[in-house]
């Protein structure tokens, strides 16, 4: 499996690209990283160095790769983090181009936008920008509850809720959705949750709450749930290896008491997840 990973990079930490492709490496698929800035560290520190890498040099990198014959062979476009308007037009453009010289491929995206805790942390044209024409030409997205709700101006709480709210994004386009972050009223104590839906049925994985903030887990769970999903086409199993190695990484660095995924530590829960954590059916 080859995968186009159009996504921000840290020099320090893991997120975006910098938390995506070496788990995606160790289970066996081939990365193609695109960067979109090229920063010291995370913003989450409230200082950084580097660079937003302009539209133009983004799109002229992927067009070097398009000029080395690559495209015939990408399986999906995976996306991230916006930093800018510019960037959207950059990969909507890249996936129309790859989807021509594979119509097997697909576009998978994770419409990042902020979370129920934080709000918006992006710019503000962004999240419009996401809903009315990212989105729409994905056929994967990975949201959090909350930017569900705002893909959809709801405000999904309850499981009915939220698959209701699914149904609707999917009406716009995406056959696929992987809702991370769920916390509905009624689930267990000291739990969270993940649901995957597609035309086939959903499913829900719950697993004990780690209390910490991880920045780049949404970016590890989106590139895993993205490549196990294209290589089975079983959505169960995606969602059940996805948490199983999500929750092991993120156990693993609440232990470490270190503020960084401790990804490279971590590897052989991508390589060989426990399932630890069963996928149930809810539709």
């Not at 739990?191 to 839906?197: D, P, R, W």
Request: a negative charge.
């Amino acid at each position: 499996m080859k995968i186009l990973s159009i996504q921000s990079a840290v020099a320090y930490g893991h997120v975006g690209n910098s938390a995506a492709v070496f788990p995606l490496q160790r289970i066996g698929v081939e990365v193609l990283p695109v960067y979109t800035v090229n920063f010291s560290n995370h913003t989450g520190y409230g200082a950084w160095r580097g660079p937003l890498i302009s539209p133009a040099d983004v799109s002229d990198v992927i067009t070097g790769i398009e000029e080395r014959g690559v495209f015939p062979q990408l399986d999906v476009v995976l996306s991230g983090y916006q930093g800018s308007e510019g960037i959207a037009d950059v990969i909507l453009d890249a996936v129309a181009r790859v989807k021509s010289a594979n119509p097997d491929a697909v576009y998978a995206c994770d419409p990042v936008m902020g979370n129920a805790k934080s709000g918006c942390f992006v710019a503000p044209a962004i999240p419009i920008l996401l809903r009315e024409r990212v989105v729409p030409a994905a056929d994967l997205i990975t949201p959090n509850q909350f930017e569900l709700g705002y893909l959809t101006g709801t405000e999904p709480h309850t499981l009915e809720e939220t698959l209701a709210a699914v149904d609707l994004v999917r009406a716009t386009g995406p056959s696929t959705v992987l809702v991370t972050s769920v916390e509905r009223p009624d689930r267990a104590p000291e739990t969270i949750e993940m649901l995957a839906v597609t035309g086939d049925g959903a499913w829900i994985v719950q697993t004990p709450h780690i209390p910490m903030k991880a920045n780049g887990s949404g970016d590890v769970t989106a590139a895993l749930f993205t490549a196990h999903y294209r290589a089975t086409g079983d959505a169960a199993d995606a969602l059940a290896r996805t948490t199983s190695s999500v929750y092991d990484l993120l156990q693993r660095t609440y232990s470490s008491g270190e503020r960084e995924l401790q990804l490279v530590e971590a590897q052989e829960a991508y390589a060989h997840p426990r399932m630890q954590f069963e996928a149930r059916q809810v539709r």
